[in-house]
């Protein structure tokens, strides 16, 4: 077990004024390449910068890179699981089998998938601005959703072109990505889950590690694989330790620039409700699985993410309340405010943008836990209650102007949306109603039993009772009762008779009251502050300071380095023969057969590797780039004490954890009998001809 | 969830310490500020009243309270704290716990096991004989010198009285050492349950609630030589309606508080422990609730469980939002400055103590997990594993001088533990199962796969093969077995090739490894710097205060009163027609059959359960509620959401107890659950 007492605090800066080696997650627009260049000794130029973000590919919540010209892409296993267990049936079980395929024909399209390169970024900084004004609480978050939809709006309806309004610094810079978007994207490839996922639970977020966390997925345009103008090169050599690496990918969200109040709210409101009820969901989830093996197929994929959130906020939580690492948070904040108020200009343009901030903080205690269960976590994950949802939400939002809409459905984001209920996928009623039911009973449960929201969510039933006649009734597991409703629009949706549509109808309301109530008392004056204290660093620190994570593309540089815990040398690297070693026969610990009949693999090849850059949940499935950029891995986790990334980098413990194209090329070949992938990877006719 | 409105009363707050408010403490028989009380509250309260109420009220060495109310031994206490009793009785085709125990005759009465009553006798003040033991010793020697002589102080006392049990509290957080002699019953036996329905009705959505609508009522007997104890210091019942703003006192063994602990203490509560209990029970809630989805017996052998984890889980969350209050930490804060202030020339030691405990903290920080998970944790709640490991350490214990066992096998001790050992108890494997899963992948989980404690207990095995293994092969559910091993001892231990036994033989050196640097760097040093402080306290202010809570008989007196939340007036009594309003048909919210079946004959304006200003914390369970006359009219079994706060201050505002009225008990065995026999013997009235 990690403890805490490794933080050397000097090292430590938490948001202040530069950022350390190996610190930052920097937009491409804003990369520090002369700094980098001179601590690495490497060579990246505008050149290197584009080639790279040309393959470099978004994947959903994960990232990817492509690694041949017929479209092939690389990530992780964890980030095709969904995909797999929707191809998947309890006899059929890609899991545990793993997805092979013998030809390009035999690769099968992953239901919802999209890929997408990013093709350009636009400053639009003062048009949003100036959309916004002077507005305040939820006015002004609705001018600049109504601008930003305007603005993405004018990309036009091209179905392969995808524009999103990206906001940096917390409101400090808004800016255009444009993407070239595939969306019809096939697994390739992906292993057993016992080896992409070796050491499960326990492992996770621990390193030394053990684990074939890769997958290959191929774009399609029309039957034949997509014709990319560019591609990176795939890397098999063995690693060396201290050699400099770029990992580049889509970091999903950090709270670096949130202020001292915010992390306490965090600790003290948001990650209890979260931890608390991840945890019982965990457990039921457990128990649920263990009443059968098709019960255990069924609740895996689910259970693997809740554990995977559970692990990481866990990890957050101790940085919240690791003493020396808020000292580190508090040194920052306090330099950054005397130097506000040290400057006359500066005081009277931004006033006191963290007063503001911290006088928000009990509404968002207050208002948080309704809105939380009313409307961020509705439907408990169920994912017929998330197309209901949709399906209802669409049918009035499409009727409004485009500017009025509620920002998920707007014209450049009703795409997604609507592939996301369309799409065909496979549902599992049991597990929809162990997830609605326990959604109903935790929105009990916080926001009490007398309380009319819900009374009027109940009515007289049970949590469990409702739960299981909105499942048992509802039509919506059918893609075409869907695509009717989704077409039919409101007056279909006021017609319809399925419970699940009554149910989301009925609770619209509700869910839109404690939208508007959060926008308008903690959402609204929050970023309105955030803005300024954005500026505010702008002033004191100019363009040396990255923007928080933002699930877009980033490149983050550092080296392949191990760490220093409890006075003991955690190398950066682990072999197959560590595996076979760990390898104990009993599950998570136990090897898929393919790999336990024999050893074929070269046991001295590198399995995982440990680097020191700065990557967080999203980052998954980013290419590893040796200075060349070539990829030489795939991102794929970070270390327990990582998880503080949320609130500061920590050069001496933040490590992101690595599985290497070396092992990816060994697996294939000597495991996989994959010669063909191996061989479209090295670009050669056959085996061997692997570049430097 | 409310939040608990701390900042209210701060002023009536009892911080580090100063005056009591109104209604606030959970005073010792031996320092109940009657004067006061009877000024404030026009009652008459002498030491002949305080003598008769101590020697009515019982404690439950399962964790409640209780009380005596017939001459021939007849208790009163709530059904959840018979729950497990009448759990054990109940089977797929007679579920007793469901449908109620009732019985016609004394001989269907049924010996609850591992139940013991405890009536207390006298309060002897030891502590210059504790402090003189662990003076000038620090660390685990310091626990140990203290333990040795409280150990020989209880054992001086009672010896092998069969009749008596003897136990030093420490009181103040060590200020005083307090030699409790108590009259023991250990021979316990069910009486009367009404239907679990009507009790937990509003299941866990309600609990902590008010108004409130549970018939959390039970009767138990205690019993000598296979007869009828004879009480004649019996309580009185009093089933007439409790009225707005009388008097009223509890008293009960309220089990713990945190009202004394310094700030760094509470912060340890906040970030640490109550977070980690949190998750805990979460799971453990999860794992229970879907377990109980997959059929009808697993529904009923989890339930009582159930009840309670969500219970504990509860109570944490709303501790936990009591110190997510930064306002409530800030004035603790300056309280603990103040008293720094008023300690004149004890300020450097008082501030080195405080500072000594703080370093605790963090060592806790470090061990905490491996402290709960191997040692204080251990087992999650499987009974076959308490067996286990009691059996394998009492034969270690035993073959040891008394000043050198851990504390729990002290020769004073050993009865107790003997017949909660050897007690036959029914076993429910299934349940086992799953408790040893969950006890086996959380340790790995919070210890690491890698940890060598975590792979003497799981070897190559995974959690679930090794649990599913244990359960199925012991023999330790036979009540002969484990006499066998009790009365074996080291050799038989040694021998047996049971697989539990064995595991916790495995496990012991590491456990007891992880206790001995407990110990060492926690316990030690913040007891023993606990008494600098106490003594500190006591200078500045004197002693009149009351001590935090330890499960030990306290008294507590107020108001039957309502509160205002949200600018809403609570009333203080609910009435049964109530409880036919909130009733949905929806589980929680189901009326039980035999309930709902005699709803016509039940009076409506039945005062069913009433809100009182008292002072109480979990362990008050069963508590008698008694009027100014010190007559039963009621019995505690729960406090307010705001009460969770109590744990750490009492907020006259809005901290409130929750009692079932005696009146709606003795309604309940008239009129539903057709009891005249019992009603007679409560009201001292020939017997039908």
Known sequence: ?692 | MTRPAFAIAFAALLAVAGPAAAGEGMWTFDGFPAQRVNREFGTAVDQAWLDRVQAGAVRLAGGCSASLVSPEGLVLTNQHCARACAQTFSTPENDVLATGFSTRSREEERTCPGQQAEVLLTIEDVTPRVTAAGRGKTGQAYVQARDAAIGAIEQASCGDDPKLRCQVVTLHRGGQYKLHRFRKYSDVRLVWTPEHQAVVFGGDPDNFNFPRYALDAAFLRVYEDGRPASTPGHLSWSPRAPREQEPVFVVGNPGSTSRLKTVAQLEAERDQQLPAAIKRLSELRGRMIAFADAGEDNRRITRDALRGVENNLKSAVGRHAALGDRRFLAERRAGELRFLERTGDDRAAVAKAVTAIAAAQDAAVDLGPAYEWLESGAGQGSVLWGYARTLVRAAAERAKPAAQRMPEYAESRLSLLEKRTLDPRRIEPALEELYLRFWLSKTREALGTDAGEVQALLGRESPEALAARLVSSTRLADPAFRRALWEGGPAAVRASTDPLIQLAIRADGDARRVRNLWEERVEGPTDRNGEILAQARFKAFGDTTYPDATFSPRISFGRVEGWSQGGRRVPALTRISGLWTRATGAPPFDLAPRLAAARDRLDPDTVYTLATSNDIVGGNSGSPLLDAQGRVIGAIFDGNLPSLGGAYGYNLATNRAVAVSAMAVQEALEKVYDQPRLVAELNGTPRP
């Open chain 1, 1 to 692: 077990m990690i403890r805490r007492a490794l933080i050397a605090i000097a090292a430590f800066t938490g948001v202040a004024s530069s950022a350390h080696a190996g610190e930052g997650m920097w937009t491409f627009d804003g990369f520090p390449a002369a700094r980098v260049n001179r601590e690495l000794g490497t060579r990246v130029d505008g050149a290197w910068l584009d080639r790279v973000r040309a393959g470099s590919v978004k994947l959903g919540g994960c990232s990817a890179s492509l690694v041949s010209p017929d479209g092939l892409i690389l990530t992780n296993n964890h980030c095709v699981d969904t995909c797999k267990q929707q191809l998947s049936t309890p006899e059929r079980n890609y899991g545990r089998t793993g997805f092979l395929t013998a030809s390009r024909a035999e690769e099968r399209r992953c239901p919802g998938m999209v890929a997408e390169f990013l093709t350009g970024i636009e400053d639009v900084t003062p048009r949003v601005r100036t959309a916004i004004g002077t507005a305040t609480g939820q006015a002004r978050i609705k001018a600049r959703d109504a601008e930003i939809a305007a603005i993405e709006g004018a990309c036009g309806s091209d179905a392969k072109v995808r524009c999103q309004v990206v906001d940096l610094y917390r409101g400090g810079q808004f800016k255009l990505y444009r993407y070239r978007k595939y969306d019809d994207v096939r697994l390739a490839f992906a292993p057993e889950d016992a080896i992409a996922n070796f050491g499960g639970d326990p492992d996770n977020f621990s390193f030394p590690r053990f684990a074939l966390d890769a997958a290959f997925v191929r774009v399609y345009e029309g039957e034949a694989p997509g014709r990319t103008p560019f591609n990176l090169r795939w890397n098999a050599a063995r690693p060396s330790a201290g050699a400099p690496v770029f990992v580049v990918g889509n970091p999903g969200a950090t709270q670096r620039l949130q202020t001292l109040d915010q992390l306490r709210t965090t600790q003290d409101v948001v990650l209890p409700i979260d931890q608390l009820t991840r945890s019982e969901l965990r457990g039921r989830l457990i128990a649920f699985g263990e009443r059968s093996p098709e019960n255990a197929f069924i609740a895996g994929d689910t259970l693997y993410g809740v554990e995977n959130s559970y692990k990481r906020a866990r990890g957050q939580m101790r940085a919240l309340t690791d003493a020396r690492f808020m000292a580190g948070k508090q040194a920052a904040e306090a330099e950054l405010r005397r130097k506000v108020a040290a400057s006359p200009k500066l005081k009277a343009e931004l006033g006191d943008p963290w007063a503001d901030i911290a006088a928000v903080q009990d509404d968002y205690a207050e208002v948080y836990p309704a809105y939380h269960f009313l409307e961020l976590r509705a439907g408990g994950g169920s994912s017929l209650h998330g197309w209901a949802r949709a399906i209802v939400r669409a049918a009035t939002e499409r009727a409004k102007p485009n500017g009025e809409r509620l920002p998920e459905f707007t014209q450049s984001r009703l795409p997604s949306t609507q592939r996301s209920v369309l799409e065909a996928r496979p549902v599992y009623p049991a597990l929809d109603e162990l997830e609605l039911s326990y959604w109903l009973s935790k929105t009990r449960e916080f926001l009490t039993v007398d309380d009319p929201q819900v009374k009027r969510l109940l009515g007289r039933d049970s949590p469990e009772v409702l739960a299981r006649r909105l499942v048992a009734g509802t039509r919506l597991g059918d893609p075409a009762e869907r695509k009717r409703l989704w077409e039919g629009g409101l007056a279909a949706v006021q017609a319809s008779d399925d419970p699940l549509i009554r149910f989301a109808l009925a609770a619209d309301a509700d869910a839109r009251r404690v939208r508007a109530a959060w926008e308008e008392r903690v959402a609204g004056p929050t970023d309105a502050a955030a803005e300024r204290i954005a500026r505010a660093r702008f002033a004191v620190y100019g363009d040396r300071v990255y923007p928080d994570a933002t699930g877009t593309l980033r490149i983050t540089y550092g080296r392949i380095e191990g760490w220093r815990q409890d006075g003991r040398l955690i190398g950066p690297f682990t072999t197959f023969a560590g595996l076979y070693d760990r390898a104990t026969g009993a599950p998570p610990f136990e090897l898929p057969e393919r790999w336990s009949a024999s050893r074929r693999v070269d046991p001295q090849t590198v399995l995982d590797m440990t680097l020191s850059t700065d990557t967080i949940g999203g980052s998954s499935g980013s290419p590893a780039l040796n200075a060349a950029g070539e990829v030489i891995g795939a991102n794929f986790d970070s270390t327990f004490l990582s998880q503080r990334n949320a609130f500061g980098y920590d050069p001496t413990v933040n490590r992101s954890v690595i599985v290497t194209a070396e092992a990816i090329t060994e697996a294939l070949r000597k495991v996989y009998g994959q010669e063909r992938l191996v061989a479209e990877l090295t670009g050669a006719g056959g085996a061997g001809s692997m570049r430097p």
